[in-house]
């Protein structure tokens, strides 16, 4: 037949073979079922499990993140008196980026907080630009 043939072809539709599962196929079955379904649970518990460590360690970094705070707050307010105001504020939006779980605020804040630490008696404790160096860089891998 070509492309531009159009006469249908001729010839008869077999339908197909149907035959009632065995009792084979019904274990069988039964067998994928119970095996997707433990699957299913592993996963979940692995999965859970996971999710607990990670928010185990998010209240850990937080608590150490506020504890650091307090500390930079005390060290700022006696050190940097003249510039309490954007100070506070400044710890405010690190405060509500925390909270709201903007990476990218948190990130900008205390990158923030580096710049005030670089013009700060601080600067002399250590090289404060590797501590900003390794917040941009997305593939530090931060010890605990």
Not at 119 to 132: K, Q, T, V
Request: aromatic share 4%.
């Amino acid at each position: 037949m070509s492309a531009n043939d159009s006469t249908p072809l001729q010839g008869q539709v077999v339908p197909p073979k149907r035959s009632l599962p065995t009792s084979l196929d019904g274990f069988a079955a039964l067998n994928q079922l119970v095996e997707a379904a433990s699957d299913c649970i592993k996963v979940h518990a692995t999965e859970k499990t996971a999710q607990a460590r990670i928010t185990a360690y998010e209240t850990t970094e937080v608590t150490r993140i506020k504890a650091a705070e307090g500390i930079l707050r005390s060290y700022f307010d006696n050190v940097f008196a003249e510039r309490r105001a954007s100070i506070d504020a400044m710890f405010q939006r690190l405060d509500g980026a925390i909270e709201s779980g903007n990476a990218q605020a948190i990130s900008e804040m205390v990158n923030g907080v580096v710049d005030i630490a670089k013009s700060s008696p601080l600067a002399d404790l250590g090289n404060l630009s590797e501590i900003r160096a390794a917040l941009d860089d997305p593939d530090q891998v931060w010890d605990l």
